[in-house]
T-cell receptor, first 112, second 112 residues
Framework: DGGITQSPKYLFRKEGQNVTLSCEQN?????MYWYRQDPGQGLRLIYYSQIVNDFQKGDIAEGYSVSREKKESFPLTVTSAQKNPTAFYLCATREGGYNEQFFGPGTRLTVL | SQQGEEDPQALSIQEGENATMNCSYK?????LQWYRQNSGRGLVHLIL?????REKHSGRLRVTLDTSKKSSSLLITASRAADTASYFCATGGTQGAQKLVFGQGTRLTINP
């Protein structure tokens, strides 16, 4: 997991509530990513950011929002518009170039 | 969208045996990466192979890439109980954002 922290580890939300997942890195990496993983499935890209104050939608951005005000931080908000938010959420970073990504430990979100 | 398809979806072998997992993809790539995920944890990068490479080794891992067939394989030799995990291939595109597209993974179980 290296220098990437995600909090909280577990999060419970009532239907209709917005929640924000934290992702912080001290690797000084420019690019950051948010993925969603459903049971027994691979990862799907929600949003990504290549530099501060800039981000782009991934494959499944509907119902989610992000911000990138600092290089170290890339929080993800799961809004009430997300119909099925229960999942495992993973944050990742990449230093630059065509290289590997580094992953945080993940946040498991459950909607009650 | 998930570009990669992995085969088999699940694999169970005895400790000491070799494990082979395969990955197929659909579009042009810059690189292909393999990741490991222990249950409920983040992903750990194992190895990256670029589109102009055919084979790469790292310890007990051997990865091959056949761009003409759009396929890759991961071989783990002399398996250990600690190798029990899910293994994912991910393809890196040719655009600068380096969005990774993940397969659904192979669940590997090493029996003692």
């Amino acid at each position: 997991d290296g220098g990437i922290t995600q909090s909280p580890k577990y999060l419970f939300r009532k239907e209709g509530q917005n929640v924000t997942l934290s992702c912080e890195q001290n690797l000084n990496h420019d690019a950051m990513y948010w993925y969603r993983q459903d049971p027994g499935q691979g990862l799907r890209l929600i949003y990504y950011s290549q530099i501060v104050n800039d981000f782009q939608k991934g494959d499944i951005a509907e119902g989610y929002s992000v911000s990138r005000e600092k290089k170290e931080s890339f929080p993800l908000t799961v809004t009430s518009a997300q119909k099925n938010p229960t999942a495992f959420y993973l944050c990742a970073t990449r230093e630059g170039g065509y290289n590997e990504q580094f992953f945080g430990p993940g946040t498991r979100l459950t909607v009650l | 969208s998930q570009q990669g398809e992995e085969d088999p979806q699940a694999l169970s072998i005895q400790e000491g045996e070799n494990a082979t997992m395969n990955c197929s993809y659909k579009t042009s790539i810059n690189n292909l990466q393999w990741y490991r995920q222990n249950s409920g944890r983040g992903l750990v990068h194992l190895i990256l192979i670029r589109s102009n490479e055919r084979e790469k080794h790292s310890g007990r891992l051997r990865v091959t890439l056949d761009t003409s067939k759009k396929s890759s394989s991961l071989l783990i030799t002399a398996s250990r109980a600690a190798d029990t995990a899910s293994y994912f291939c991910a393809t890196g595109g040719t655009q600068g954002a380096q969005k990774l597209v993940f397969g659904q993974g192979t669940r590997l179980t090493i029996n003692p």
